[in-house]
């Protein structure tokens, strides 16, 4: 499923929850450009959420140490066992002499970060910034 048709089936999912009386879920995609906090803030926003929520991590400069590694793999796993998609940035990968082998299993890989922060941001999500 490529990402056009990921998007539409959301926005299908989203339509007829809807119709059934749910809230759309609130989406928030939180910039990690330091690996500290954002486990505690992902869970506290899921936590205290009163309605459904889609969260997507977005690590890119200082934050791929989050994502790097198995010293990584508990704090990336606590992520992913709130239901955020935890995502990094190939340009911080690649400034960073890494490929995208070394991240945690789980971890998705965007183009930018800078460039999926503002595309979030311009499809309606919240911009949760951390650092």
Do not use: K
């Not at 009386?21 to 690996?35: I, K, N």
């Not at 979030?120 to 951390?130: A, I, K, M, Y």
């Amino acid at each position: 499923m490529n990402a056009e048709n990921a998007e539409n089936a959301e926005a299908a999912r989203a339509a007829r929850a809807a119709r059934a009386g749910f809230p759309a879920p609130v989406r928030a995609v939180v910039a990690a450009p330091e690996p500290d906090r954002v486990v505690r803030a992902v869970q506290n926003l899921v936590a205290a959420a009163d309605r459904p929520v889609e969260v997507e991590v977005v690590a890119y400069g200082a934050g791929l140490d989050l994502v790097l590694g198995e010293e990584s793999g508990e704090q990336v796993t606590r992520l992913l066992e709130t239901g955020a998609r935890v995502l990094a940035c190939a340009n911080s990968l690649s400034g960073r002499g890494l490929t995208a082998d070394i991240l945690v299993a789980g971890v998705g890989v965007v183009p930018a970060a800078v460039w999926h922060l503002a595309l979030r941001q311009h499809e309606g999500w919240s911009l949760v910034p951390l650092g």
